[in-house]
Structures are given as structure tokens and as C-alpha cells.
Nanobody, 126 residues
Framework: QVQLVESGGGLVQAGDSMRLSCAAS????????TAWFRQAPGKEREFVAA?????????YYADSVKGRFTVSRANDRKMMYLQMDTLKPEDTAVYYC??????????????????WGQGTQVTVSS
């Protein structure tokens, strides 16, 4: 079992930066793939970024955030982060962190993750 808690959301203006954090507790964290997803009102939950297991070099991004967002994790502290730069109004959503034994072919799929945080709201004004 893994428990996940997000923090760092809020209201910013377009072009600003924000960093989200995800604190994990419980079972072994380093053995899981971890990811960020987001869900805007009236839309399906969508993949944002992921780190596959132990190495911060194994990162994956949605095309919509590539070059603006950076995902990382610190296994010793059981933490994952999402640095978001040059934010746009279309980035407005509830952001969720997730963990699970996702394989590479399914790393962008919500169904590949067993554990989810409660979500944190990110609002970007124009």
C-alpha cells in the first residue's frame, strides 16, 4: 500500500511558474512508476508526466507540456515533484499524483496506476 498526498497548487497568472509536490508513505516507493495526471472540468483525466521507477532520466511527458514541465523524484525522501514553467490557462485542472507498477507501454494510462492522491487545484489566469 502507498498513500500519496499532493501539495503546491493554487492560483497563478499565465507565464508564471509553480511546483507541485507529492509525498508518499507506506510501502516501498522506489519500485513503482510514478506519474502526474490532470483533469479539467468536463474532461477526462489526462497524462501529464511520469518517471519510470528509479531513474530521473527515465521521464515521459505529454506533448502539451513538453519543454515547460519537469518531473522528478527523490526516492530517499519518498517525494515526487512537478516543476511547471510558462503556465498557460489551458493548464488549469486538478492535478493528481499516481504510483503503480506500470510498464513502459502503459505508463501514460491511468488504469496502470493503483494508488492516487486526492488532487490539488491549479488555476492559471489569463
Amino acid at each position: 500500500q502507498v498513500q500519496l498526498v499532493e501539495s503546491g497548487g493554487g492560483l497563478v497568472q499565465a507565464g508564471d511558474s509553480m511546483r507541485l509536490s507529492c509525498a508518499a508513505s507506506g510501502s516501498t516507493f522506489s519500485g513503482y512508476a510514478t506519474a502526474w495526471f490532470r483533469q479539467a472540468p468536463g474532461k477526462e483525466r489526462e497524462f501529464v508526466a511520469a518517471v519510470h521507477r528509479t531513474s530521473n532520466s527515465n521521464t515521459y511527458y505529454a506533448d502539451s507540456v513538453k519543454g515547460r514541465f519537469t518531473v522528478s523524484r527523490a526516492n530517499d525522501r519518498k517525494m515526487m515533484y512537478l516543476q511547471m514553467d510558462t503556465l498557460k490557462p489551458e493548464d488549469t485542472a486538478v492535478y493528481y499524483c499516481a504510483a503503480g507498477r506500470a510498464i513502459l507501454s502503459s505508463i501514460r494510462m491511468p488504469a496502470a496506476y493503483n494508488y492516487w492522491g486526492q488532487g490539488t487545484q491549479v488555476t492559471v489566469s489569463s
